[in-house]
Every structure is written in C-alpha cells, then in structure tokens.
C-alpha cells in the first residue's frame, strides 16, 4: 500500500505506527534515500528486514531519533565531540557512529560496540516520529549491494511487493546525496563516508580524520 502525503493524515501515521509496533516495515522518504524501517526492539522485525535487503548482520544498522533524548539508552555518555555536532547539525543528513550502551543489540551494533544514529531534518521523517516517539531503523530502500541506491516508493512496491507493509509516499530525488557519516570516538572525530554534510563543513567545527 502507497500513501500519499500531504505530509501526512493523522490517521495514516497512526497506522504507520500500529504497523511498526506489529512487527511490520515500513517504507518513508528521507531527505537523503528513500528508507526502510521496524522497530529496533523487535528483533523478528529486524531479523525480516535484513532478510528482505540480504544485508549482513555484521554490518549493524542506522537509527533515527525523533530528538536528542531518545539517544539515551541506545548510546553512551555523549563526547565533547559529539555534543558539538549533535548542536551545530542536527537534525541534518549526518550520522554519528558513537559507543552502544551495553546490552544494546548486535542486530544493530553488528557486533561492533558501536551504534549509528541520526536525527533527520526530513519534515516526512519528523511527521512520522512526531508520533512514533522513539527509535527508528533507516536503512536504504534497495538490496544491499544494488548499483543502484535510489529506489523510488513505485519500485518499492514493484520489486518487494507485499514484503513491504506500507510505503508512505514522498519527494524522491535520484541524485541526491546519502547522509555524511563520523565515528566519534576517544575524542576523535573519523570520517567514514561523506555525503551531504562536506568535511570542510565538519573541519569548522572539530577537527577530523577521514579513512
């Protein structure tokens, strides 16, 4: 099922949240790619949306948070580092690789010790969490290893059909850039992919690596 935005009926989000608290997927444009997201406390949920990509576990996942708070119990206590992009950023296509709270899943942490996390300054996404009020798995709308990112919510429900449970439409842009991503860790700030958010932009405010 495809539902439209305007951005969006009460009604629809509601349901967009029944369906994730089922177990469900959901799929919703970003302000990068279009994305694919359960529960991240439903392993089974998880468990099905890796199956759906063919993603490895091992690769962890990103987790939307509707605010700074809901970071809580998914990371550590915040680094300088951290707390100055999370201030000077978000919410922005920049995702911070921090250290997990312990116990945190390895579906997520991909056994890592490690989360990704990110507040979105899509004003789709912000709808949707305005009612979800918690953590988010965001993971690219495509199989993992596709050449081609970025799959339109028509091809969603072309290729996935009824795997998907829901696909809330949205602004789809085949060329736009996949969110920047920094692990920060023992103070250090290390690019791992640069996306929208540029390193000269990140170089104003801390100093980074990149890999």
Same mark, same amino acid.
């Given at each position: ?10 009604? /629809? $989000?509601r349901?967009a ?6 177990? =469900? ?23 099905? $949306?890796? &199956? ?12 939307? %948070? ?9 990371? /550590? ?12 950023? #978000? ?25 990704a %996390? +990110? ?12 009612? #979800?009020? +918690? ?21 969603i ?7 998907? &449970? ?15 991503? *920094?692990? *920060?860790?023992?103070?250090? =700030?290390?690019? $791992? ?7 000269? /932009? $990140? /170089? ?5 690596e990149? *890999?």
């Amino acid at each position: 099922m495809i539902t439209t935005a305007p951005l969006y009926p009460s009604e /629809q $989000l509601r349901h967009a949240v029944q369906l994730l608290e089922g177990g =469900g997927i959901l799929a919703y444009p970003t302000e990068t790619l279009y994305g694919l997201g359960v529960d991240p406390f439903n392993p089974q949920a998880v468990r099905r $949306l890796l &199956d759906l990509k063919g993603r490895e576990a091992k690769k962890g996942l990103i987790l939307l %948070v509707p605010n700074s708070v809901a970071l809580l119990p998914l990371v /550590q206590p915040l680094e300088a580092v951290a707390q100055r992009l999370i201030e000077h950023f #978000w919410p922005a296509p920049l995702t911070l690789v921090l250290p997990a709270q312990a116990g945190l899943s390895s579906l997520l942490t991909g056994g890592t010790g490690l989360v990704a %996390v +990110r507040h979105s300054s899509s004003p789709y996404v912000q709808a949707l969490m305005a009612h #979800w009020q +918690r953590p988010l798995v965001s993971t690219s709308a495509n199989p993992s290893g596709s050449q081609v990112q970025h799959w339109s919510p028509e091809r969603i429900a072309a290729e996935w059909g009824g795997q998907v &449970d829901m696909i809330l439409a949205g602004p789809y842009d085949d060329g736009a850039l996949a969110s920047t991503v *920094v692990k *920060v860790i023992a103070g250090r =700030g290390v690019v $791992l992919r640069e996306g929208a958010i540029t390193c000269a /932009q $990140l /170089q104003q405010i801390i100093p980074i690596e990149a *890999v």
